[in-house]
């Protein structure tokens, strides 16, 4: 699936890998809100914010607003 529209149920089934590619993707759209370490902070974020959002997408938790 989109990796700017992945939510957080699908995305938690992924391997880390794969995890930190949609990560790379989402930060890259949105011109990287989480600084020069932002995929290792945003895989952080991701893991721990999608286990208590599971139908937000993984862009709304990275950059707190919806894909465009």
């Known amino acids: 699936p989109n990796a700017l529209t992945m939510q957080c149920s699908d995305f938690m ?3 880390q890998a794969t995890q930190l590619a949609v990560i790379r993707a989402v930060l890259a759209q949105q011109n990287n809100p ?3 370490n932002g995929e290792s902070v945003g895989q952080m974020l ?3 914010a999608c286990q208590f959002l599971p139908q937000a997408t993984v862009s709304e938790v990275l950059t707190g607003s919806p894909p465009r």
């Open 46 to 48: 991701a893991e721990a």
């Open 13 to 15: 089934k992924l391997d």
């Open 34 to 36: 989480l600084g020069p």
